[in-house]
């Protein structure tokens, strides 16, 4: 686990390339590497894909563009009792529609999931939190909302595995960070597409697929549809590749509070920066009794970063609370991580509105529950 792999220069820059120009072709990206033939970029890039290493080209949402009403990133950590099957949880959470992911985390003391949620109505996924609470299906449940983009930067394979953190509050030019209001109209064949483009469908399989669905689109109408989400930037096309192979990675998230908020997106940009890992962050907001600002970054790194992060942050006065949440991983077989494309079937093109129906999610929760305890 501790060995680095060894990477040659060649395609370090490769990969650098395709990961900030992810619109070149092959014979582009000849321009800008020390590779001779196109055919030798074709079979280098299939090779970083099968490792896996290298992941996309997907399209990333911009989603406070998607509609008129408010619509949230929802990061969740849920605790389960000690002893609890991850699979007594998963299939309530499976409920919820606009369920994005689902992440068991590596913890010696406490049984925890991590799920992510679209949401147009946090109260109403609060409210159906502390239901699966008050049913024992969960024990405890943290849920922290994005309240900036999330932002994302490549590792630098030249740079260092295991970077020291002592320029974290240095000044900088920090990013604009805002979400950006709806300001475009869009059609159904946008909408149709756009969770295909998400996962990285390619637009001749999006038109099969979707002929399946008895929607039936022309290859030039989703080829529109495409362009027109790009230039109103509601999608980003993206390369991510990890600073590993995945055997000598590990991925975790960072959450931490300051003295001073106003120090975390300084934090969030110099954290790192330039180094060795696969870093997004953003800004987010703790919900509950007690509603506080933090940042957010999530890591895919070598594992001595993840082993001295602690007591590097110790270090640093102006973070007064932190915690790390480390992807737990399973063999094949029992594999409880869990993954789907936004679900876009409730948006009112009329209104461009995209309002899920919680009161549904909570009655088939209720039954759901109700029909466990009959079996009891």
Not at 49 to 61: E, F, R
Not at 84 to 99: A, F, H, R, S
Not at 289 to 303: A, Y
């Amino acid at each position: 686990m501790g060995k680095i792999y060894r990477m040659s220069d060649n395609e370090k820059k490769l990969l650098h390339t395709i990961g900030e120009h992810p619109e070149m072709s092959t014979k582009e990206l000849l321009e800008h590497t020390n590779y001779k033939w196109e055919r030798t970029i074709k079979r280098k890039i299939k090779q970083l894909k099968g490792q896996p290493m290298l992941y996309g080209p997907y399209y990333d949402i911009n989603y406070s563009k998607l509609c008129t009403n408010p619509l949230h990133k929802l990061y969740c950590i849920l605790e389960l009792d000690i002893d609890q099957n991850y699979e007594t949880v998963i299939p309530y959470l499976k409920v919820i529609e606009p369920l994005r992911f689902i992440f068991p985390i590596l913890s010696s003391h406490k049984r925890l999931l991590t799920a992510g949620f679209f949401s147009s109505d946090n109260a109403a996924m609060i409210t159906i939190f502390d239901m699966l609470k008050k049913n024992g299906i969960i024990t405890d449940y943290i849920v922290r909302v994005f309240r900036s983009k999330r932002l994302i930067e490549n590792p630098n394979l030249f740079g260092d595995p295991n970077p020291k953190l002592d320029t974290l509050l240095n000044p900088c030019d920090i990013p604009d960070m805002s979400l950006d209001p709806h300001d475009t109209m869009w059609n159904e064949c946008d909408l149709s597409i756009l969770p295909y483009l998400e996962r990285g469908t390619k637009l001749i399989d999006i038109i099969r697929e979707e002929k399946k669905a008895q929607r039936t689109w022309t290859y030039e109408q989703a080829k529109y549809s495409r362009k027109k989400m790009v230039k109103h930037d509601l999608i980003k096309k993206r390369y991510v590749f990890d600073p590993f192979p995945p055997g000598q990675c590990v991925e975790f998230r960072l959450f931490f509070k300051t003295k001073d908020a106003a120090f975390i997106p300084r934090i969030l940009y110099n954290f790192a920066r330039g180094e060795r890992l696969l870093k997004g962050y953003a800004l987010v907001k703790e919900l509950g009794d007690k509603p506080c600002s933090l940042g957010s970054i999530n890591c895919t790194s070598h594992p001595l970063f993840l082993k001295d992060l602690m007591h590097k942050l110790d270090r640093i006065d102006e973070i007064k609370e932190k915690e790390i949440y480390t992807m737990r991983s399973f063999p094949p077989e029992e594999n409880y991580s869990f993954g789907r494309p936004i679900d876009l079937k409730y948006f009112d093109f009329e209104t461009q509105t995209l309002e899920y129906p919680y009161h549904v999610y909570e009655e088939k929760i209720k039954e759901r529950i109700e029909g466990e305890v009959i079996l009891l």
